[in-house]
């Protein structure tokens, strides 16, 4: 047998290595493979969160200017990538695999994204411990949180992006343990991001109003501007409450930014937004207007959205937005008002790419670099020497919808019931 030994070194980081033994018996010998997990002695490397950053227009003062073009999906990308794992959704990909968070940070700063957000998202310590995860006991939410927040400073600290942290509903929520116990959850993590001194913080995945507005008020004690984001669709939350109430509610209790993310897509996500905006209106309240849907259509959901579907969350392709289609929503969501415009699951770089395209008039004609190799509306087809290219330029022959190739799919599936 063959011993194969993996020495690994990170700078100045402190690493505890478990051996783990893998018997392989289709090559007929044994592999020793080193396996590496943080403990509590991890100590972040690059700058520390008391670095002094040159002065810069934050959220407020950029949205006041123009739209501002978040970033994307990490959880679905990363877990088609091989780095997170399906039904945890958790993050502790930020100490494991930190390399692909970064690359996929930069990818979105590369495609013209005006925020990085850090992959803080299911962060919680219940929800790292939740249902067998042992994020939570491998790591510790210190951690996790602490190097999330770390990797995305790196990236903005290059590109000029604000970074923003997030929260997300808690397991405590669901299991009744009341206000108290849920804010303890959050504040395990907002005490970090303020020692990180993100620029904003997004709260973000709410089906339950009552959850969300106590995320909001353990927010407002970082003195950073808020951006709240209900998971829901024009049918409102999980109790019955409607967009424009949720609106109304989040604004009043300090969200400088409110609006919705997941499990719709782009057409249902804005009518939703639309109701949020026109009870603002009525209330005689001002906040931005945010839209992160996700990068599928949905025309066949129910009030739970993307999870009713047979198709979530492996089969979920055929249903996948084009870059055209993101085009379609940026303008759209422009033209009803919504100045923080970005995407969620499933949402990849060139779909953020899209959004920075097609609203680059409004943001002074600022273009990511990635823009470089591609041209608008497939303009970079002019140097093809096939005619048949050639002639695919420009919007009106990307406008037209593409055929999916699938001659014995349904173009609707039948929802699946769900829990509340």
Known sequence: SRLLIGHVRKKSRVWKSRLSLYIQPSLGSCSVIMST?????HQSTGQSPQTKRKKRN???????????????????????????????????????????????????ARAGADVTQAFTFAGSEDKLAAHGNTAAADFGVDNINSEACRLAWEIADQYGTLVAAGLSPTPSYREGKGKAAVQREFRAQTNIFAKHDVDFMIVEFFGHLEEMLWAIEVCRDMRKPIAASMCIGPEGDRDGNTPGQCAVAMAKAGAEVVGVNCLFGPSASLKAVEMMKKALDEAGLKAYLMCQPIAYHTPDVNKFGLVETPEYPFALEPRLLTRWDMHNFAREAYELGVRYIGGCCGMESYHIRAIAEELAPERGGRLGEASAKHGLWGETLKGSLRHSMTIRCGKAYWSKPPATGRPFSAPYSTPLACPK
């Open 37 to 41: 997990r943080r403990h509590s002695a």
């Open 58 to 108: 934050g959220l407020l003062e950029r949205l006041a200017e123009g739209p501002v073009v978040s970033d994307g999906s990490y959880c679905f990308v990363l877990e088609r990538r091989g780095y997170v794992k399906s039904g945890y959704w958790t993050p502790e990909a930020v100490l494991e695999h930190s390399h692909a968070v970064t690359g996929l940070h930069k990818e979105f």
